[in-house]
């Protein structure tokens, strides 16, 4: 007796190709829409700002009349921001995952550590702003300044460094853990000589997306009291210093049309950065990808 | 030095009866006393008892789960590695039990290298693989680090087919050719001891010959103890044998006399095809 009867099957084939075709629309349509959000996004910032983009805008500092107003503070201020933030980050984030995957019993210690890293991932990036207002401004009397800021972004990005790195890490293949200890390795130089050159594409490609992140976030440094207006370059981590997304943030508030149109040009000026750093990591992760 | 009276020896009784090689039997390896393991609840060694002999090929068969890749693992203590994992017992290599806490596995495992199952050369040159365990120990002189590179690779059979091309990724070269590179690798530390854990099973017929002739070269001077599905390889290869059943040992004997005539309705059984 037959379970298959291949006359059935041909006739409902018809309907099965229909359906298969059906969902292949929607998805694609799921795609499209938010394709075309951005392409929107896209055309109104650069329609709006490309007019007032210029070389002057680069080097001028913020200003009243919005056909003077530049975005030199705040361009050297992020960068200021992010020397701080990817050393402070990088370092604590890599050597967490390490720890977490190579060095920590698998207990319920661990399992709990785990848990709370994954969940912070998730928690509003306000909340980071109190906090680093609470412990670097306050108690350690770092006042509004660079330290503060890049130490408040650290801890807002970490979880997600720290996540992708242990990612990272878990994907190289255990044989190559077996063969180096086979041989006598101790565990830091299998970490230092195996793992961390299998894994270091992973890691900075995970490093890169966060600190793209940090370089757009505005709530906390708006909590920990970094200024909008600021006339001159910081000189020092000990300075104070203001960022992109503060100056955009602070542009698109005021009342005059003007200012839109300069926001919106600070918006390009700021994707622009992001896009580039988004590229070096698409760049770092097709020149390092190994295959095993 | 022992290791070449040993070898002299061995060289001497090759041709010889199996009784005469048996009398000038030479020194045990590893004599293994009442070990026991535990993967968390589950028994997998039970009272395993091996005497393991110098410059001789011990196969170990039997069928999957019987625990012959965890006693081969045990040797090296590669097993501590998986999570849970308890012994008792006493494996003693070259007079010192494995188990001492004043016994570091680094030590342990340089001085017993091991080939896996999966050829798994390191994403690196073939060179840096090599030289891979000589830099963990401290060597940094290019002109010893090339020597060792080049008596590695020929001890393994290799040198030819790839001295050309040491700077090439190892993973640039066929399936068999890289096992054959893992065992220059473990060679390169200069080990007393190789583990090898079915290094054949993911190669093809050639290729698993050739390493099959290599391992009859190896055990002139080193010691070797083979895991192996295959029994048709453990009688070629091996000299003596050690049948393992449910994590016991059930019979262990020349490798002659296990295939000719075992003592054990369950080797016999096995050995034949009728399980396993």
Known sequence: MRYIEHDIVVKRMNGRN??????????????????LALVILLYQ???????????????????????????????????????????????????????????????????????????????PSVVFGLLGLTIFVRALALGNSILAAGFTMSLLILPVIIVASQEAIRSVPG???????????????????????????????????????????????????????????P???????????????????????EFQQVAAAGIIVLMSVLLLMNSVAVFIRNKFEKRY | MSTTQAINNRSKTAGLEQESSQATSTSSVYDTKQLNLWYGDNHALKNIDLDIKQNEVTAIIGP?????????????????????????????????????????VEELRTRVGMVFQKPNPFPKSIYDNIAYGPRIHGIKNKKILDEIVEKSLRGAAIWDEV????????????????????????????????????????????????????????????????????MQQAARISDKTAFFLNGEVIEYDNTDTIFSNPSDKRTEDYISGRFG
């Open chain 2, 163 to 230: 001295k050309d091309r040491l700077n090439e990724n190892a993973y640039s070269i066929s399936g068999g050719q890289q096992q054959r590179i893992c065992i220059a690798r473990a060679l390169a530390i200069e080990p007393d001891v190789i583990l090898m854990d079915e290094p054949t099973s993911a190669l093809d017929p050639i290729s698993t010959l050739k390493i099959e002739e290599l391992v009859q070269e190896l055990k002139k001077d080193y010691s070797i103890i083979i895991v192996t599905h295959n």
């Open chain 1, 45 to 123: 910032i650069v329609s709006q700002g490309a007019s007032h983009l210029s070389i002057d805008f680069l080097t001028n500092f913020a200003s009243r009349f919005p056909a003077e107003a530049g975005i030199k503070a705040a361009l050297v201020g992020s960068i200021w921001l992010m020397l701080v933030v990817a050393p402070t980050s990088i370092i604590l984030g890599v050597g967490s995952a390490i720890y977490l995957e190579e060095y920590a019993g698998k207990n319920r210690i661990t399992t709990f550590i785990q848990m709370n890293i994954s969940n912070l991932a998730g928690v």
């Open chain 1, 175 to 233: 044989e190559l853990r077996d063969a180096s200890y086979g041989m006598g390795a101790t565990k830091w130089q299998t970490i230092v000589r195996i793992i961390l050159p299998a894994a270091i594409p992973g890691i900075l490609t995970g490093s890169i997306l966060a600190l793209s992140r940090a370089i757009g976030e505005t709530a906390p440094l708006i909590v920990v009291g970094v200024p909008v207006i600021i006339q001159f370059l």
């Open chain 1, 235 to 257: 000189e020092g981590v000990m300075d104070t210093f203001t960022a992109l997304p503060m100056q955009i943030y602070d542009w698109s508030s005021r009342p005059q049309q």
């Open chain 2, 64 to 104: 999957s789960g019987c625990g012959k890749s965890t006693y081969l693992k045990t040797l090296n203590r590669m097993v501590e590695l998986v999570p849970n994992v308890k012994t008792s017992g006493q494996i003693m290599y070259r007079g010192r039990n494995i188990f001492d806490k004043d016994y570091s």
């Open chain 1, 18 to 35: 229909v359906v298969n075709k059906l969902f292949k629309s929607i998805f694609l349509l799921a795609t499209l829409s938010a394709l």
